[in-house]
């Protein structure tokens, strides 16, 4: 596999080094030099592939010769060991809920699988890979339980104290081994500084090997190609073929891999993208203006972002063409308000308690069926528990929320997290400390 930049597309890269960069030099993001198509009698014939078996065929389309098919198999097995179940609520809707591993949110797929490519690259010999990690709660608990006992690995997450939910806490924080949570007397943006500004210390840089857990490093966006194919195999066993995905979307990594599994053949009808009130994909496709905004603060807080980094990749994939863009991808914002009657609504009328991001997806997913009624399957992406997310949910919907089986183990292990001020002279002198 080879990568260009999106700023340079002359630009070429191997996996490995798109991997560990996670962004090239010039801002531009890595994407693949072709995208593969797959097999036609593989996607006729997916429903007899179980998910393990279509990530495996999907990443070695992609990766190709960089990693021995045997050793991705090996990857991919365990990365990916945990389901995502598709389950209609009625006849036309579904979701596919993508919450069932480690840290409940679907970016488990993501940072599980970038964690064992991360550790598959570094050789015996290579110093210890540090990963920094800033999170304003999901981000932080894929990537701890994805690195966690990962060989030749050490992740430094950065979280805002009183910030995250206690679920959330609990995944950053009781973790142990080669994981350690400091604990930011700040918000996510403080985190994020310190983290930024470590990257670019060339004298830190010296003395330590440090990488990020970027979203947008792209051994996080092939393994998100996964369950849109795993969806549509369980859809044609139920005899549906024609799908439209609905994806609640932030900084737009997880429809990006939709698209991206779309292009390498995936037959999908239409894709929705569900803002909150952070509209700038929305306003954009309305009328063709690109302005971010600062990001504004909403129940979907996971979605809170005001100018999302890997819309490029999707305007690169659909060679910056308005016109195409529209014809492939639909996108309506939300407000807290709409979020929270359509969290009310998913219980009253279907028993189905969804986060706040689920019921964005739902949302858009039902405005795009009312503007394009006909026969396909809606289906709506679930990104995470509800358990996650008690503040934004109404108390007489979450007292009914059932904790996945592993939570009470969780909330029984002891808080490990250092205090740390939002400076980064005291930051950079921890790292160097402890070494
Ligand atoms: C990260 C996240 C999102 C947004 O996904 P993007 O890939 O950034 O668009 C949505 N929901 C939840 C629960 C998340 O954690």
């Known amino acids: 596999m080879k990568l260009y930049s999106t700023n340079n597309k002359d630009l070429r890269v191997s996996f490995q080094e798109a991997v560990f960069n996670s962004l090239p030099a010039d801002r531009g993001l890595y994407m693949p030099e072709v995208i593969p198509q797959l097999d036609a009698a593989f ?44 389950k209609f609520l009625d006849a036309g809707t579904a979701v596919l809920e ?3 591993g ?4 679907f970016k488990d797929f993501g940072a599980r699988f970038m964690s064992r490519v991360m550790g598959y690259f570094s050789r015996e010999g290579d110093a210890l890979l540090d990963v920094l990690v800033a999170t ?3 981000t932080g608990g894929a990537v701890a339980s994805g690195f966690l006992g990962v060989e030749g690995t050490r992740v430094t997450i950065l979280y805002p104290k009183g910030k995250v939910s206690k679920v959330q806490e609990e995944q950053l924080t009781t973790n142990g081994q080669n994981i350690r949570a400091l604990e930011v007397n ?19 840089n010296g003395e330590l090997r440090l990488t990020s857990a970027n979203s947008i ?24 073929n024609d799908v439209v995905f609905s994806v609640p979307s932030g900084n737009f990594g997880n429809i990006g891999a939709g698209l991206l599994a779309y292009k390498m053949g995936l037959p999908v009808k239409h894709f929705v993208a569900g803002t909150n009130v952070n509209d700038t994909v929305p306003r954009f496709l309305k009328d063709g203006r690109y302005e971010p905004r600062p990001s504004v603060q909403t129940l979907a807080n996971a979605m809170d972002v005001g100018n999302p980094s890997n819309w490029v990749r999707i305007q690169d994939m659909f060679d910056n063409d308005l016109q195409t863009l529209r014809n492939v991808i639909s996108s309506y914002t939300f407000t807290d308000e709409e979020t929270k009657k359509a969290m009310d609504s ?42 996650k997310f008690p503040e934004a949910i109404s108390s007489d919907v979450f007292e009914h929320v059932v904790l996945p089986k592993g939570a009470e183990v969780l909330a029984g292990k002891p808080k490990l997290a250092t205090p740390m001020e939002p400076d980064y002279a005291v930051f950079k002198a921890y790292l160097l400390q402890n070494k």
């Open 43 to 86: 996607i006729r014939n997916i429903q007899q592939y179980s998910l393990p078996e279509i990530a495996f065929e999907v990443s070695r389309a992609l990766i190709g010769d960089d990693i021995p098919a045997g050793d991705l198999k090996a990857i991919v097995a365990d990365a990916i060991n945990f389901d995502a179940p598709v």
């Open 98 to 100: 993508l919450f069932h």
């Open 102 to 105: 480690p840290s409940y949110a």
């Open 136 to 138: 304003s709660g999901d």
């Open 186 to 204: 700040g918000t996510f943006d403080d985190c994020q500084m310190l983290v930024k500004t470590a990257f670019n210390d060339t004298e830190l």
């Open 217 to 240: 490093n792209i051994a996080r966006l092939i393994p998100q190609t996964f369950y849109y194919f795993w969806a549509y195999a369980q859809l044609k066993t139920q005899g549906v």
């Open 346 to 387: 998913l219980y009253t009328t279907f028993g189905y308690i969804a986060c706040p991001h689920t019921a964005i997806a739902y949302l858009a997913a039902n405005a795009y069926k009312q503007a394009y009624p006909g026969e396909y399957a809606s289906v709506f992406l679930s990104t995470a528990h509800p358990c």
